[in-house]
């Protein structure tokens, strides 16, 4: 089992910033690729940012050049730098951690606790 812990979330003003982090640990395989998803109130679930283990980086549009992921795999950590922060990302960010038992065959996948950012004046 891979337990995730998240921290970084909080309460900033319109174009502020948060670096949110995500630990990974436990009976950890080989963790391929690491992303961040949020879920805004009265919305759906979204992919923010993904990241490979070879660190090529996918971006949702609407964080384009404000957000940047990041990892270190020494570490199993993945971190979201979210930079000129929008009322708009305002959600419960969650990080997600596929763990590949089986190279292109079989995932674990594992999801954290979420964490809180509220965009707000």
């Known amino acids: 089992q891979v337990q995730l812990v998240e921290s970084g979330g909080g309460l900033v003003q319109p174009g502020g910033s948060l670096r949110l982090s995500c630990a990974a640990s436990?009976?950890?395989?080989?963790?391929?690729?690491m992303g961040w998803y949020r879920q805004a109130p009265g919305k759906q679930r979204e992919l923010v940012a993904h990241?490979?283990?070879?660190?090529?980086?996918n971006y949702t549009d609407s964080v384009k050049g404000r957000f940047t992921i990041s990892r270190d795999n020494a570490k199993n950590t993945v971190y979201l730098q979210m930079n000129s922060l929008k009322p708009e990302d305002t959600a419960v960010y969650y990080c997600?951690?596929?763990?590949?038992?089986?190279?292109?065959?079989?995932?674990?996948?594992?999801w954290g606790q979420g964490t809180q950012v509220t965009v707000s004046s």
């Open positions: 997600n951690v596929d763990d590949e038992l089986v190279a292109g065959l079989y995932h674990r996948v594992y």
């Open positions: 436990g009976s950890i395989f080989s963790i391929s690729a």
């Open positions: 990241i490979t283990n070879g660190g090529s980086t």
